[in-house]
């Protein structure tokens, strides 16, 4: 017999306390808002455990009364993912934020799911240590949600994404049990590695209340460079050089257009330009070490001066100071909102191998621009990886709706021209709601019916977020 509603709001009530279940008005924008206004997210309630063990009896008393459940870290995600329907609990890790340990002998750190990413990396550089993870919603994501999307960010390229970062995992499963896999050990072949199931599932597997993860060395010594281009493809070469001649010390190589950095600087106070005259592409590179006397500068410096020679580079700033640098990383991370002032915006985030980065930029803007004139193709992201943000922003001209009207017809030819080229239509958001055609697109069968087999066998009553990911999973 299904309980009524006031009844299910009473027993969450018993395991959290009646003050960690939030209903209608206590519940703010915060846990609802989908950032491009694509979806809506309704609630039954906000539901705030403080441990494993109150999850853990969350979980089994919404499996027992087939409550869905949609776990949530920051919020900050761009696809949807921890978007909720009006009868699902909306299970919010933020209480869960001890940092553990930070082990300075092995480098790695313990702490629960709902850590805000900025503190941990604060708590890492107070033992001169070093959490590489790095990305523009960090003072608001929490490392759970960091791990449930794989998330990627500005340091991939020297460091990997999260799932490279995790030693360890607690989770809690689908039928309430918890799985501890809490060790830093470096090497552990010992059977399948269970916690790559959970990194990258969005939610869809169980609820990850901690983890363990890699550091590294604090780089003390970094060079920021930003750095003006003719053309994408110089922008590639001047990456490959990079890798070659700086012994792999590049963490960061970010590309922007022009119409992204012009929008930071009417948008976003303190964005300013570094050069006297604009230029088509840019590139912000960091370097970075932790040598004695520090060579991060020197080597930026003396392969950019090669490069300039050789026309790949028109002009560049080299940061002197850490304000410096703080501000060219304010005008790449500014992109983002900077947009949000320009209308409706369509969004991608795409891959493709690196020598067809130009190629996927020119073709695809070409064909939007005659697609639908007036578009405003932002081109931005992680060109060392090979992922591309190409958004696309309203004409001017023409009404928002009727922009988001033509979502598929825009994401089918940038996927269509990613796919042609051996590309990936998610490289580092995920699925979530907005990427459910494209699985059943671009993904094989077989690939969907291995992710269908495990979900049946982890959570075979579809409780822990439905319909993501999966296409057809809705509960
Ligand atoms: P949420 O948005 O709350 O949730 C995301 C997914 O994870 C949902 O499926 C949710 O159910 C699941 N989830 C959350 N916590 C848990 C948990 N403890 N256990 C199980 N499942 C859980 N992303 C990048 O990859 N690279 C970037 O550079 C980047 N930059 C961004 C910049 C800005 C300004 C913004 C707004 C977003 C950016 N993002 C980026 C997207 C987003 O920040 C990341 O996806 C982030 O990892 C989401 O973390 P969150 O805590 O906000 O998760
Ligand atoms: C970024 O690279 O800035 C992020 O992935 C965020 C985004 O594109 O929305
Ligand atoms: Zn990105």
């Known amino acids: 017999m299904k309980l009524s509603e006031s009844v299910l709001i009473q027993g969450l009530r018993s395991i959290v306390g009646e003050a960690n279940v939030l209903l209608g008005e206590q519940i703010s924008d915060d846990f609802l808002k989908e950032r491009r206004g694509r979806f809506s997210s309704q609630t039954m309630g906000v539901v705030m455990p403080g441990t494993a063990e109150e999850v853990s009896a969350l979980v089994r008393f919404c499996k027992q009364n087939s409550l ?60 001169n240590l070093y959490l590489p993870l790095s990305l523009g919603a960090e003072g608001t994501c929490q490392i ?14 020297r460091y990997g994404n999260a799932r490279d970062l995790v030693l360890g995992l607690e989770v ?62 110089n922008a590639v070469e001047l990456f490959s050089r990079t890798r070659k001649e700086t012994s792999d010390f590049a963490s960061s190589f970010e590309l922007m257009s022009r119409v992204c950095v012009e929008s930071a600087f009417q948008n976003i ?87 067809c980065i130009a190629e996927f930029v020119e073709q695809s803007i070409s064909t939007l621009e005659s697609l639908i004139p007036g578009i405003r193709p932002f081109a931005y992201g992680h060109i060392g990886d090979g992922n591309i943000h190409l958004n696309l922003s309203q004409p001017r001209d023409m009404d928002g709706d009727e922009f988001f009207g033509r979502w598929h017809e825009v994401t089918d030819i940038v996927h269509e021209i990613t796919d042609g080229l051996n590309g990936s239509f998610s490289a580092e958001h ?10 059943t697109r671009y993904k094989s069968s077989v690939e969907l019916e291995l992710m269908r087999s495990l979900k049946m066998a982890l959570d075979p009553d579809n409780i822990m977020n439905p319909g993501k990911v999966l296409p057809g999973s809705s509960h």
């Not at 002998?105 to 799911?113: I, N, P, R, S």
């Not at 999307?149 to 991939?156: F, K, Y």
Request: net charge negative; with cysteine; glycine share 10%.
């Open 172 to 233: 809690v499963l689908p039928n309430g049990d918890i799985w501890n896999g809490l060790n830093a050990l470096r090497k552990n072949n010992t059977g399948y590695d269970l916690k790559n199931l959970f990194v990258g599932a969005e939610g869809t597997l169980g609820i990850i209340t901690s983890v363990v993860l890699k550091l590294f060395p604090l780089p003390v010594h970094r060079s920021t460079v930003l750095i003006a281009m003719e053309s994408v493809e």
């Open 68 to 127: 869905p459940i949609v776990p949530q870290g920051g919020n900050t995600g761009v696809c949807g993912a921890a978007v909720s329907v009006e009868d699902s609990v909306i299970v919010n890790l933020a209480r869960l934020n001890q940092i553990r340990k930070v082990d300075a002998t092995g480098f790695t750190m313990e702490a629960e799911a709902g850590c805000i990413l900025a503190n941990l990396q604060a708590a890492a550089k107070e033992s």
């Open 269 to 355: 106070p303190d964005c300013k330009d570094f050069f006297d005259q604009p230029y088509p592409w840019y590139v912000l590179m960091e370097l970075g070490d932790s040598t004695r006397d520090g060579i991060s500068q020197q080597l930026s410096e003396s392969f950019l001066e090669s490069a300039f020679e050789d026309g790949i580079v028109i002009d560049a700033v080299l940061a002197t100071s850490e304000k410096q640098s703080q501000e060219m990383w304010r005008l790449r991370e500014a992109i983002v909102e900077a947009q949000l002032y320009e209308g409706k915006s369509i969004k991608n985030d795409v891959s493709v191998p690196l020598d």
């Open 144 to 157: 759970g949600g960091n791990l449930s999307t794989n998330a990627g960010g500005v340091n991939v390229l």
């Open 430 to 439: 995920g699925i979530g709601l907005l990427k459910l055609r494209e699985m």
